[in-house]
C-alpha cells in the first residue's frame, strides 16, 4: 500500500519538526505499534530455542557476574570512555618500548582469555564481550574524518560521548567493568587505543572456531585526552544509513567508509561482516532486540547467509494522524527475517539490496526470492537491480574461508586508520608492525 498525497505530506511536515530531536538521536524513531513490533521481538526467542535473541535479563546477570570477578570492580573516576587516564602513570603517556609492548600484550591475551573461560558455556556472555571489543575497535578507529581538517581522531583510546557509541560508555558495559581494568595494568606499557585495537583483534580470533583468522598487528596509537564530536559531525555511520543516498537520519555508508575514514566499498561488505558477532539491544536502541544469525558468538560467514537465505521484512509503525488525518505506515528502519528471530540494519540491507530509499512500506520485502518471478530483489516498490556489492555478499555467504581471509587485513586497515604502516606517514603518524618474540 502506497502513502496518498497528504499523508507524504504529513510525514514530511512531522520528520521537519522532529529534524532536529532525530538528528541528536539517530537511534530514536517512532515506537513500533505493530502487531508485528516489540511484542512480536520479544517473542521471537521462545520460536528458536537459541540465545541468538538477546535477553536483557541475562545481560543483567552476565554483567553482575563479570562486576563481582578479580579483575573488573575498581572504576577509575579519572578514566572514562571520552577520557583515556592512566592510573599507573597519573595520566603520563606510555614509554613505548619493544620490550614493553611485547610484555603487555602477551599478558594481556593471557588475561583476557583467561576470563573468557570463565564464560565458556555462556554463549550469550561470550557474544556482549566479542561483540562490545570488536565494536569498540571500529567506533575508536572510525571516528577519523578525512574531509575535516580539524579532525585529529581516530584510533586513539577515546570514543566521543554520542549516540553512535551507546553500549561502550555505560558504568555497566564490559568496556567499563571488564577492559578499563585489565588495560589500568598494563597502561603504563600501551596505550589505550593500541589495548582497544589489540582485544578486537583477540575477540575475532578467539571466536573463530577454525582457528584460521590472524589478523596482523600494529602498534604506536597515540591517546587522545579528549576526543569531542557530535551526533551531527561523528562519521561513524547510523543503522539507518543506505549505502549511497544521504537521508535525513545520517550520512551514506560511502560518505562514512570511503570518503570520511579513507576505506573502501569492498571494506564496507567485509567489515560488515562483523555482524555475525553480538547483537543490537533495546537498552540502546529501544526498536529492536536480536542478533544478525543463530550464532553470534561465533565469527563465520553466517551473518551473510542469513541476509541472503531468507525473506527480510521491513519493521513498520502505525503512526496515529492528527485530528482530520488519517494514520499512516512509517519505517523502523529495521528489518527481520520472515523465517527466523534474526534482525537486520537498513545498512547490512543496502550492500546485499542496494536500498537506495528508506523503507516504508507494510509489506516490504527483500530477498533472493521475492519479486514475481520468484527471484531476487525487493518489492513494494519493485527493484531488481544488484547493488555492486550483491556479488561480494555472496561470495561470503558460500565461502567462510574467503570471508576470513578477506576479514582479516581488512580489519587491520580499519584498526590503523589515520596512521601509515609499513612503511607510510599517516596524518596521525605511523605504526610498528607487532611480531611476537614468544
Ligand atoms: C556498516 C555500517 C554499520 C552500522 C550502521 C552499524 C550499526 C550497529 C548497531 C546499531 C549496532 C547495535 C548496537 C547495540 O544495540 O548494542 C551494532 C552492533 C555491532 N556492530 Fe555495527 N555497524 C556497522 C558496521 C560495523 C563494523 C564495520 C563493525 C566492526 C568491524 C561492527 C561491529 C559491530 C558488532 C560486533 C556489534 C555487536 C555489538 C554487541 O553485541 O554489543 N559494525 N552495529
Given at each position: 500500500m502506497?502513502?496518498?498525497?497528504?499523508?507524504?505530506?504529513?510525514?514530511?511536515l512531522?520528520?521537519l519538526?522532529?529534524?532536529p530531536?532525530?538528528?541528536?538521536?539517530?537511534?530514536?524513531?517512532?515506537?513500533?505499534s505493530?502487531?508485528?513490533g516489540?511484542?512480536a521481538?520479544?517473542?521471537l526467542?521462545?520460536?528458536h530455542?537459541?540465545?541468538?535473541?538477546h535477553?536483557?535479563r541475562?545481560?543483567?546477570?552476565?554483567?553482575s557476574?563479570?562486576?563481582?570477578?578479580?579483575?573488573?570492580?575498581?572504576?577509575?573516576?579519572?578514566?572514562?570512555?571520552?577520557?583515556?587516564f592512566?592510573?599507573k602513570?597519573?595520566?603520563?603517556?606510555p614509554?613505548?618500548s619493544?620490550?614493553g609492548?611485547?610484555?603487555?600484550?602477551?599478558a594481556?591475551k593471557t588475561?583476557?582469555?583467561?576470563?573468557?573461560?570463565?564464560y565458556?558455556?555462556?554463549?550469550l556472555?561470550?557474544?556482549?564481550?566479542?561483540?562490545?571489543?570488536?565494536?569498540?575497535?571500529f567506533?575508536?578507529?572510525?571516528e577519523?574524518?578525512?574531509?575535516?581538517?580539524?579532525?585529529?581522531?581516530?584510533?586513539d583510546?577515546?570514543?566521543?560521548?554520542?549516540?553512535?557509541?551507546?553500549?561502550?560508555?555505560?558504568?555497566?558495559?564490559?568496556?567499563?567493568?571488564?577492559?578499563?581494568p585489565?588495560?589500568?595494568?598494563?597502561?603504563?606499557?600501551?596505550?589505550?587505543?593500541d589495548?582497544?585495537a589489540?582485544?578486537?583483534?583477540?575477540?575475532?580470533?578467539?571466536?573463530?572456531?577454525?582457528?584460521?583468522?590472524n589478523?596482523p598487528?600494529?602498534?604506536g596509537?597515540?591517546?587522545?585526552?579528549?576526543?569531542?564530536?557530535?551526533?551531527a559531525t561523528?562519521?561513524?555511520p547510523t543503522?539507518?544509513?543506505?549505502?549511497?543516498?544521504?537521508?535525513?537520519?545520517?550520512?551514506?555508508l560511502v560518505?562514512s567508509?570511503?570518503?570520511?575514514?579513507?576505506?573502501?566499498?569492498?571494506d564496507?561488505?567485509i567489515l560488515s561482516?562483523?555482524h555475525t558477532?553480538?547483537?543490537v539491544?533495546?537498552?540502546?536502541?529501544p526498536?529492536?532486540?536480536?542478533a544478525?544469525?543463530?550464532?553470534?558468538h561465533?565469527?563465520?560467514?553466517?551473518y551473510?547467509?542469513?541476509?541472503?537465505?531468507?525473506?527480510?521484512i521491513a519493521?513498520t509503525?502505525v503512526?496515529?494522524?492528527l485530528?482530520?488525518?488519517?494514520?499512516f505506515?512509517?519505517?523502523l528502519?529495521?528489518?527481520?527475517?520472515?523465517n527466523?528471530?534474526?534482525?537486520?540494519l537498513?545498512?547490512d540491507?543496502?550492500i546485499?539490496?542496494?536500498?537506495?530509499?528508506?523503507?516504508?512500506?507494510?509489506s516490504q520485502?527483500?530477498?533472493?526470492t521475492?519479486?514475481p518471478t520468484?527471484?531476487y530483489?525487493?518489492i513494494n516498490?519493485?527493484?531488481?537491480?544488484?547493488?555492486?556489492?550483491?556479488s561480494?555478499v555472496?561470495?561470503?555467504?558460500?565461502?567462510?574461508?574467503a570471508f576470513?581471509?578477506?576479514?582479516?587485513?581488512?580489519?587491520?586497515k580499519?584498526?590503523?586508520?589515520g596512521?601509515?604502516?609499513?612503511g607510510?606517514t599517516?596524518?596521525?603518524g605511523?605504526?610498528?608492525?607487532f611480531?611476537?618474540?614468544?
Amino acid at each position: 500500500m502506497f502513502l496518498s498525497l497528504p499523508n507524504l505530506l504529513l510525514t514530511a511536515l512531522i520528520q521537519l519538526l522532529l529534524l532536529p530531536n532525530i538528528q541528536s538521536c539517530p537511534y530514536l524513531t517512532s515506537l513500533d505499534s505493530s502487531p508485528g513490533g516489540q511484542l512480536a521481538a520479544s517473542n521471537l526467542r521462545g520460536n528458536h530455542g537459541s540465545d541468538y535473541h538477546h535477553d536483557n535479563r541475562q545481560l543483567q546477570s552476565v554483567s553482575s557476574a563479570s562486576s563481582s570477578s578479580p579483575t573488573s570492580s575498581p572504576s577509575y573516576p579519572t578514566s572514562t570512555s571520552s577520557n583515556p587516564f592512566c592510573v599507573k602513570t597519573n595520566g603520563r603517556p606510555p614509554k613505548l618500548s619493544t620490550k614493553g609492548i611485547q610484555t603487555a600484550v602477551k599478558a594481556i591475551k593471557t588475561l583476557f582469555y583467561g576470563q573468557l573461560s570463565a564464560y565458556a558455556n555462556n554463549t550469550l556472555a561470550l557474544s556482549d564481550i566479542f561483540g562490545q571489543s570488536i565494536r569498540l575497535a571500529f567506533h575508536d578507529a572510525g571516528e577519523i574524518d578525512l574531509t575535516n581538517s580539524t579532525n585529529f581522531m581516530g584510533p586513539d583510546g577515546c570514543i566521543s560521548n554520542t549516540s553512535p557509541n551507546k553500549g561502550l560508555k555505560e558504568p555497566t558495559s564490559f568496556v567499563v567493568t571488564l577492559l578499563e581494568p585489565l588495560w589500568q595494568k598494563y597502561c603504563d606499557l600501551i596505550s589505550r587505543g593500541d589495548f582497544w585495537a589489540l582485544i578486537g583483534k583477540l575477540s575475532v580470533e578467539k571466536s573463530d572456531p577454525t582457528g584460521t583468522i590472524n589478523i596482523p598487528y600494529y602498534y604506536g596509537r597515540v591517546d587522545k585526552a579528549d576526543c569531542i564530536l557530535s551526533d551531527a559531525t561523528n562519521p561513524l555511520p547510523t543503522p539507518f544509513a543506505l549505502l549511497n543516498t544521504p537521508t535525513s537520519l545520517g550520512d551514506s555508508l560511502v560518505n562514512s567508509f570511503v570518503n570520511r575514514m579513507g576505506l573502501t566499498v569492498n571494506d564496507i561488505v567485509i567489515l560488515s561482516g562483523a555482524h555475525t558477532i553480538g547483537h543490537v539491544h533495546l537498552q540502546n536502541n529501544p526498536i529492536v532486540d536480536g542478533a544478525w544469525d543463530d550464532t553470534p558468538h561465533v565469527f563465520d560467514n553466517n551473518y551473510f547467509n542469513f541476509l541472503l537465505n531468507s525473506q527480510s521484512i521491513a519493521r513498520t509503525s502505525v503512526i496515529a494522524g492528527l485530528p482530520g488525518v488519517p494514520a499512516f505506515v512509517s519505517s523502523l528502519n529495521f528489518w527481520k527475517a520472515n523465517n527466523s528471530a534474526t534482525i537486520r540494519l537498513n545498512s547490512d540491507m543496502a550492500i546485499a539490496f542496494g536500498l537506495n530509499f528508506r523503507p516504508h512500506l507494510t509489506s516490504q520485502e527483500c530477498s533472493l526470492t521475492s519479486v514475481p518471478t520468484n527471484s531476487y530483489g525487493c518489492i513494494n516498490p519493485l527493484s531488481t537491480t544488484p547493488p555492486s556489492t550483491l556479488s561480494l555478499v555472496q561470495l561470503y555467504a558460500a565461502n567462510n574461508s574467503a570471508f576470513l581471509a578477506d576479514f582479516a587485513p581488512s580489519f587491520t586497515k580499519m584498526s590503523n586508520l589515520g596512521y601509515g604502516f609499513n612503511g607510510s606517514t599517516g596524518k596521525l603518524g605511523s605504526l610498528t608492525l607487532f611480531t611476537p618474540a614468544y
